[in-house]
């Protein structure tokens, strides 16, 4: 176990809806990251927030969103669904500052199916 | 031409057979390189780690770095069922996780 809860762990939909996906990061890891992954794409960084703020962006589209609450849990909003993003949303937290050793802490991924 | 490649396998070998895993890339700058282990619907879990070149050792596996080839492997000896999985690598100018690099991953069934 990570550490790192995400939920849903399944979720179907149709094209042009919105989804949200929530993550809570290891306990005391102020950052968290969100990773697309999909069988032609590998895994692709989407967003990293630390401490409530937007630290780095990835290959995020415009229809994604995503933000870090104060109590550090995050959503990442995906909307005007198209086939395209079914995929595994993973998201991962790391420690911070001079606790950080570079590992990744992924939870078990939101798999998400557009119809 | 990716910034990393990885066999996609599917990679099938019985138990107890030494398994060779590699990657390629591209960015000749990257220093930090890691292995990931993904189960089937389990996130990735980090299970080597390396800086810069050379041998890694850590029970059954050892990871490798040639920079001068940008070649990475992960041997695993005495391969076991449970080592069924895909293997990801993944490389980075440093240690910040918005800038790893994940290849995609090569897909491994060991046979008992």
């Known amino acids: 176990d990570s550490g790192v809860t995400q939920t849903p762990k399944h979720l179907i939909t149709a094209t042009g809806q919105r989804v949200t996906l929530r993550c809570s990061p290891r306990s005391g890891d102020l950052s968290v990251y969100w990773y697309q992954q999909s069988l032609d794409q590998g895994l692709q960084f989407l967003i990293q927030y630390y401490n409530g703020e937007e630290r780095a962006k990835g290959n995020i589209l415009e229809r994604f969103s995503a933000q870090q609450f104060p109590d550090l849990h995050s959503e990442l909003n995906l909307s005007s669904l198209e086939l395209g993003d079914s995929a595994l949303y993973f998201c991962a937290s790391s420690a911070t500052g001079v606790l950080n050793t570079g590992e990744l802490f992924f939870g078990e991924g939101s798999r998400l199916t557009v119809l | ?112």
């Open chain 2, 1 to 112: 031409q990716k910034e990393v490649e990885q066999d996609p396998g599917p990679l099938s070998v019985p138990e107890g057979a030494i398994v060779s895993l590699n990657c390629t890339y591209s960015n000749s700058a990257f220093q930090y390189f890691m292995w990931y282990r993904q189960y089937s619907r389990k996130g990735p879990e980090l299970l080597m780690y390396t800086y810069s070149s050379g041998n890694k050792e850590d029970g059954r596996f050892t990871a490798q770095v040639d920079k001068s080839s940008k070649y990475i492997s992960l041997f695993i000896r005495d391969s076991q069922p449970s080592d069924s999985a895909t293997y990801l690598c993944a490389m980075s100018l440093d240690n910040y996780g918005q800038n790893f690099v994940f290849g995609p991953g090569t897909r491994l069934s060991v046979l008992p």
